[in-house]
């Protein structure tokens, strides 16, 4: 069975970084579109970054500049690099998988593609 694991949120002052980890099992993880997602409280989903198995990336807006999506897939392992933090990053941070699926830019606004979630991480960003 499919299961992704966060870490590596926090709490962080604005302008910090924070690196997430997604540790992923029970499918072949170099075969998957994989991502991040984000939710803060009263607010949808939100795509923040997808790569897919190829390594090539999408970014939303609000993440381009900022944040970086990486993958180790001997590592079987997702990551998100985060700088330059800003109080309208704080959400709980997911990551989300398409097994044998490339990605496509517009899967960022629909978060109803990924099958595989994590019980996500928070990241608290204070001013």
């Known amino acids: 069975q499919a299961q992704l694991v966060e870490s590596g949120g926090g709490s962080v002052q604005a302008g910090g970084s924070l690196k997430l980890s997604c540790a992923a099992s029970?499918?072949?993880?170099?075969?998957?579109?994989m991502a991040w997602f984000r939710q803060a409280p009263g607010q949808e989903r939100e795509g923040v970054a997808i790569?897919?198995?190829?390594?090539?990336?999408t970014y939303a807006d609000s993440a381009k500049g900022r944040f970086t999506i990486s993958r180790d897939n001997a590592k079987n392992t997702l990551y998100l690099q985060m700088n330059s933090l800003e109080p309208e990053d704080t959400a709980m941070y997911y990551c989300?998988?398409?097994?044998?699926?490339?990605?496509?830019?517009?899967?960022?606004?629909?978060?109803?593609?990924?099958?595989?979630w994590g019980q996500g991480t928070q990241v608290t960003v204070s001013s």
């Open positions: 790569i897919n198995r190829r390594i090539s990336t």
């Open positions: 029970g499918y072949t993880f170099s075969s998957a579109c």
């Open positions: 989300a998988a398409r097994p044998w699926s490339d990605c496509y830019d517009s899967w960022l606004f629909h978060p109803e593609v990924f099958g595989y």
